[in-house]
């Protein structure tokens, strides 16, 4: 997979006001500012810098990282729903990748 490709997983129905688990995994290398062994030249730190969950447009949750996460991070959040709607992350990285993913829940 390519760097920022992400897989978002949400219920496909829930019931109004059910809390439902939010999953996601994002393919990132998240690595550190480092010297190359072989060159002994700086390699400069490549890693996920925002995750932003919304739901039918409204900010749920913003998560700030660095390169301290692991490479591809999962990360499950919870997230109570009292109408049908669009779940969407949006991510973004140190080197200006931007991405979003989205997934549609259904209340009945």
């Excluded at 810098?49 to 919870?78: Q, R, W, Y």
Aim: glycine fraction near 8%; avoid cysteine.
């Amino acid at each position: 997979m390519a760097v920022g490709a992400g897989i978002l997983r949400v219920p496909k129905e829930a019931k109004k006001g059910e809390i439902v688990r939010v999953q996601m995994v994002i393919t990132h290398p998240m690595t550190p500012a480092r010297k190359d062994p072989q060159t002994g030249q700086e390699v400069p730190a490549h890693h996920l810098t925002k995750l932003d969950l919304f739901f039918n447009d409204k900010l749920v949750s913003s998560i700030n990282m660095a390169a301290g996460v692991s490479a591809n991070p999962f990360m499950a959040l919870t997230l109570k729903v009292e109408e049908s709607g669009v779940v969407k992350i949006a991510y973004e990285d140190n080197k200006g990748g931007k991405w979003e993913k989205t997934a549609e829940i259904k209340v009945s």
